[in-house]
């Protein structure tokens, strides 16, 4: 038995010899053609001439193998064999680490050792000057002794046109040298470089090297090729174009996307009065390299209008309004209107208007108004103004305008006149929401001057200076759950210097103009003052309240009334020299020229309905009857 297993075991030997040397035989024949092109082949991480990357055996000293695990993400990495791109990540989360914690006058050291033949060589990673305070993976080291603020270099010396890259960094980073304070100089480099137009811009910190008492900050900043506009894109609109709206915000091809510009676009777009909400915009890439693509989503509002309003008053007839506004006409931001106010006793106004957007791509509106006032056949006072605007800063809006104007007399009153004056205006918008204010105020101040020709049948054509004045005031206050206290005051004065005042100078209070209770026009002056106090009672926030209402106003009028022949001189009663006013004046002004004060009450109610908002209104004056009170039924809606 013994002899038979020597045997057996003998050729189990011979056998495993043989084997090994015919698969040694079959390997040398099979690796001879890669053997014949290694020289050409290229090495990748290793040794040259190797088609496969070196391995090593890695050494971690100075860095606790926790912090190695964390890094890496593996329980026992030394146990394994490393390549030299892993080595070199490790290396920089390593140095990464001592920056985060203030470990600057670390070195992380990188030895490597290569192998011979098929045996791995040694990588050595040392971190070295940290001493105890090497970093673990639950505790952080504390700083060592402050330096003096980073220098910085940038790498490459390319800043992208950013001017004094050195002055940016140090504006971020507050003269610190805390990670933090490095953090926020590296941002500041980034929005520098943004704020040009490169929106591709990448601030990377290269290495951070100690230098005596202060620190040496190597940084890489790739700024990249500016951005132009290319499109935009308005999500949420469906009849504004986007050719238009980039108009209206000032976009325009081929210009640098800069932040400024960007938010210049926005608050055009949101003082256009085209939009309910204007959300963040963003730039994506364009169709082209180095082209961009800004996405603004909106809200579309209602841009066109109309409200009418009918009224009736004792012994003045049907009174009304009817105002039509188109707004955003075919997408373009465009808009048009026409307006109609009958005051009583033949008393009618008529008007048109129309505005551009934006005169020439620019943030500038231009708009052209046409007005006709017209009393039975006797009197017709027409005019017309070009105006141009825009919209300074958020919720601002400046305005100037020429303005010309005529008036004819007929029947006993012959004469003309004509004006050519400018305007300029200046209105903050602050009240909101604006459908049913319940906080914020408002003001607008107009300022008009010019010359106004006044020529009378057989009399020489006279030239004096005018000037117009407005100024008005509007606030509202939240009282607590649904009331709300509005109140709101106009001035306006017309001043012609020495002589008569013209009778189409006028200004009115009364119904719609400022005291409720009272026919509109009741009375007028070459100075008023209206004001109003209201107690709402908020139904509903697009319009719907409920409202107490107290009016108060003053008129007078500065000297006599003239419409279309002058004032004469003659003789009194008593033989003193007096005005003799021409009783035509009077029955054209309809209206009580009186100096005093006024005042009106009453309530209101205004409600939502399917098709927009319904309202009525009663006015009374004081010691008046019921039954001579005012009312007017309102309706307005939206689309």
Same mark, same amino acid.
């Given at each position: 038995?013994?002899?038979?297993?020597?045997?057996?075991?003998?050729?189990?030997?011979?056998?495993?010899?043989?084997?090994? =040397?015919?698969?040694?035989?079959?390997?040398?024949?099979?690796?001879? !053609?890669?053997?014949?092109?290694? $020289?050409?082949? %290229?090495?990748?991480?290793?040794?040259?001439?190797?088609?496969? !990357? @070196?391995?090593?055996?890695?050494?971690?000293?100075?860095?606790?193998?926790?912090?190695?695990?964390?890094?890496?993400?593996?329980?026992?990495?030394?146990?394994?064999?490393?390549?030299?791109?892993?080595?070199?990540?490790?290396?920089? %989360?390593?140095?990464?680490?001592? #920056?985060?914690? *203030?470990?600057?006058?670390?070195?992380?050291?990188?030895?490597?050792?290569?192998?011979?033949?098929?045996?791995?060589?040694?990588?050595?990673?040392?971190?070295?000057?940290?001493? +105890?305070? #090497?970093?673990?993976?639950?505790?952080?080291?504390?700083?060592?002794?402050?330096? #003096?603020?980073?220098?910085? =270099?940038?790498?490459?010396?390319?800043?992208?046109?950013? /001017?004094?890259?050195?002055?940016?960094?140090?504006?971020?980073?507050?003269?610190?040298?805390?990670?933090?304070?490095?953090?926020?100089?590296?941002?500041?480099?980034?929005?520098?470089?943004?704020?040009?137009? =490169?929106?591709?811009?990448?601030?990377?910190?290269?290495?951070?090297? !100690?230098?005596? &008492? @202060?620190?040496?900050?190597?940084?890489?900043? +790739?700024?990249?090729?500016?951005?132009?506009?290319?499109?935009?894109?308005?999500?949420?609109?469906?009849?504004?174009?986007?050719?238009?709206?980039?108009?209206?915000?000032?976009? /325009?091809?081929?210009?640098?996307?800069?932040?400024?510009?960007?938010?210049?676009?926005?608050?055009?777009? %949101?003082?256009?009065?085209?939009?309910?909400?204007?959300?963040?915009?963003?730039?994506?890439?364009?169709?082209?390299? *180095?082209? *961009?693509?800004?996405?603004?989503?909106?809200?579309?509002? @209602?841009?066109?209008?109309?409200?009418?309003?009918?009224?009736?008053?004792?012994?003045?007839?049907?009174?009304?309004?009817?105002?039509?506004?188109?707004?955003?006409?075919?997408?373009?931001?465009?808009?048009?209107?026409?307006?109609?106010?009958?005051?009583?006793?033949? %008393?009618?106004?008529?008007?048109?208007?129309?505005?551009?957007? @934006?005169?020439?791509?620019?943030?500038?509106?231009?708009?052209?108004?046409?007005?006709? &006032?017209?009393?039975?056949?006797?009197?017709?006072?027409?005019?017309?103004?070009?105006?141009?605007?825009?919209?300074?800063?958020?919720?601002?809006?400046?305005?100037?305008?020429?303005?010309?104007?005529?008036?004819?007399?007929? *029947?006993?009153?012959?004469?003309?006149?004509?004006?050519?004056?400018?305007?300029?205006?200046?209105?903050?918008?602050?009240? +909101?929401?604006? $459908?049913?204010?319940?906080?914020?105020?408002?003001?607008?101040?107009?300022?008009?001057?010019?010359?106004?020709?006044?020529?009378? $049948?057989?009399?020489?054509?006279?030239?004096?200076?005018?000037?117009?004045?407005?100024?008005?005031?509007?606030?509202?206050?939240?009282?607590?759950?649904?009331?709300?206290?509005?109140?709101?005051?106009?001035?306006?004065?017309?001043?012609?210097?020495?002589?008569?005042? !013209?009778?189409?100078?006028?200004?009115?209070?009364?119904?719609?103009?400022?005291?409720?209770?009272?026919?509109?026009?009741?009375?007028?002056?070459?100075?008023?003052?209206?004001?109003?106090?209201?107690?709402?009672?908020?139904? &509903?926030?697009?319009?719907?309240?409920?409202?107490?209402?107290?009016?108060?106003?003053?008129?007078?009028?500065?000297?006599?009334?003239?419409?279309?022949?002058?004032?004469?001189?003659?003789?009194?009663?008593?033989?003193?020299?007096?005005?003799?006013?021409?009783?035509?004046?009077?029955?054209?002004?309809?209206?009580?020229?009186? &100096?005093?004060?006024?005042?009106?009450?009453?309530?209101?109610?205004?409600?939502?309905?399917?098709?927009?908002?319904?309202?009525?209104?009663?006015?009374?004056?004081?010691?008046?009857?019921?039954?001579?009170?005012?009312?007017?039924? =309102?309706?307005?809606?939206?689309?």
């Amino acid at each position: 038995m013994t002899r038979a297993r020597g045997a057996t075991w003998d050729v189990r030997m011979l056998w495993t010899r043989c084997a090994r =040397r015919i698969w040694v035989w079959a390997a040398l024949v099979a690796a001879a !053609p890669l053997l014949l092109l290694a $020289p050409c082949a %290229r090495g990748s991480d290793g040794v040259a001439g190797s088609s496969a !990357p @070196s391995r090593y055996t890695l050494r971690v000293l100075g860095v606790a193998d926790s912090v190695v695990a964390a890094e890496t993400g593996e329980t026992r990495p030394l146990d394994r064999l490393w390549v030299r791109a892993d080595i070199d990540r490790l290396a920089g %989360r390593i140095r990464d680490r001592l #920056a985060v914690v *203030g470990r600057y006058d670390a070195l992380v050291r990188l030895m490597i050792a290569e192998g011979n033949g098929t045996s791995p060589g040694l990588a050595t990673l040392s971190v070295e000057g940290a001493g +105890a305070t #090497a970093p673990s993976a639950s505790t952080a080291a504390p700083a060592p002794r402050t330096p #003096a603020a980073p220098a910085l =270099r940038i790498v490459p010396l390319d800043a992208g046109g950013v /001017h004094d890259p050195a002055a940016v960094f140090a504006r971020g980073a507050r003269g610190g040298v805390s990670p933090q304070a490095i953090a926020g100089g590296l941002d500041a480099l980034r929005d520098a470089a943004v704020e040009l137009g =490169r929106y591709a811009a990448t601030v990377t910190l290269d290495s951070i090297v !100690p230098a005596g &008492d @202060s620190l040496r900050v190597h940084v890489r900043l +790739a700024a990249g090729p500016p951005v132009v506009f290319d499109s935009l894109e308005i999500p949420g609109a469906s009849v504004t174009r986007p050719r238009s709206a980039a108009t209206i915000a000032g976009l /325009h091809e081929g210009h640098v996307l800069t932040p400024d510009r960007i938010a210049e676009a926005r608050e055009r777009l %949101r003082s256009s009065e085209l939009f309910a909400w204007v959300g963040e915009p963003r730039v994506v890439p364009g169709a082209e390299p *180095g082209h *961009g693509h800004v996405v603004i989503p909106v809200e579309e509002s @209602s841009a066109s209008q109309f409200e009418g309003a009918l009224g009736v008053a004792p012994g003045e007839g049907l009174t009304g309004r009817v105002d039509l506004g188109l707004g955003n006409i075919a997408g373009t931001g465009r808009a048009a209107g026409a307006r109609w106010v009958g005051f009583g006793n033949g %008393r009618s106004l008529y008007a048109l208007h129309y505005r551009e957007p @934006s005169l020439f791509g620019r943030a500038v509106d231009a708009s052209l108004a046409l007005d006709a &006032d017209l009393a039975d056949s006797l009197f017709s006072h027409t005019s017309w103004s070009l105006a141009l605007g825009g919209r300074p800063a958020w919720r601002t809006r400046a305005e100037a305008a020429v303005a010309h104007s005529g008036t004819i007399y007929t *029947g006993s009153g012959r004469g003309s006149s004509a004006t050519w004056s400018v305007r300029g205006g200046l209105s903050w918008e602050g009240l +909101a929401p604006a $459908p049913n204010p319940s906080r914020g105020w408002s003001a607008s101040l107009d300022a008009e001057g010019g010359r106004r020709t006044d020529v009378f $049948p057989g009399i020489e054509e006279s030239r004096r200076g005018l000037w117009r004045g407005r100024l008005h005031l509007a606030s509202a206050a939240p009282l607590g759950g649904s009331r709300v206290l509005f109140g709101s005051v106009r001035a306006e004065q017309v001043s012609l210097g020495d002589g008569e005042f !013209p009778v189409e100078e006028l200004r009115y209070l009364g119904g719609s103009e400022g005291l409720r209770g009272h026919p509109d026009r009741a009375f007028a002056g070459s100075r008023i003052l209206a004001m109003t106090l209201e107690q709402r009672w908020i139904t &509903d926030p697009r319009g719907g309240r409920a409202y107490l209402f107290l009016d108060g106003g003053a008129h007078a009028l500065d000297a006599p009334l003239a419409a279309g022949s002058p004032a004469n001189a003659g003789l009194g009663t008593d033989g003193s020299s007096v005005t003799v006013v021409d009783p035509t004046s009077a029955t054209l002004s309809r209206t009580v020229l009186s &100096d005093g004060w006024e005042m009106g009450y009453g309530a209101g109610l205004q409600t939502r309905m399917a098709s927009g908002l319904m309202g009525v209104e009663l006015g009374l004056r004081p010691g008046a009857a019921l039954r001579e009170a005012t009312i007017h039924i =309102r309706y307005a809606s939206r689309w």
